[in-house]
Nanobody, 119 residues
Framework: QVQLVESGGGLVQAGSSLRLSCAAS????????MGWFRQSPGKERELLAR????????YYPNSVKGRFAISRDNAKNTVYLQMNSLRPEDTAVYYC????????????WGQGTQVTVSS
């Protein structure tokens, strides 16, 4: 099993930057990729970024490309999400998730961290 704990959320002003962290523990050797998602009330969960645990290749949807950046530190078993030029519409609960080898989709999730962007 893999456990994920997010941190770094908070209240920031529009235009600010914020870096979220996701610490993985347990059987981290079973991780194939990790992703960051967000969800706000009344909206569907949205994939923000994905990174291969080995190799580090990344993917971003067009909606955040250029503003958000995902990175990892394998020595610390931690994945980061750097968010720049934050907007009020970025307000949401942010989750990290892991896809383990053999899994069809993300099968391990953190508890989420709230990000609130004030105008």
């Amino acid at each position: 099993q893999v456990q994920l704990v997010e941190s770094g959320g908070g209240l920031v002003q529009a235009g600010s930057s914020l870096r979220l962290s996701c610490a993985a523990s347990g059987r981290t050797s079973s991780i194939y990729a990790m992703g960051w998602f967000r969800q706000s009330p009344g909206k569907e969960r949205e994939l923000l970024a994905r990174i291969r645990w080995s190799g580090g290749s990344t993917y971003y949807p067009n909606s955040v490309k250029g503003r958000f950046a995902i990175s990892r530190d394998n020595a610390k078993n931690t994945v980061y999400l750097q968010m720049n030029s934050l907007r009020p519409e970025d307000t949401a609960v942010y989750y990290c998730a892991a896809t383990r080898f053999g899994a069809a989709e993300y099968d391990c999730w953190g508890q989420g961290t709230q990000v609130t962007v004030s105008s």
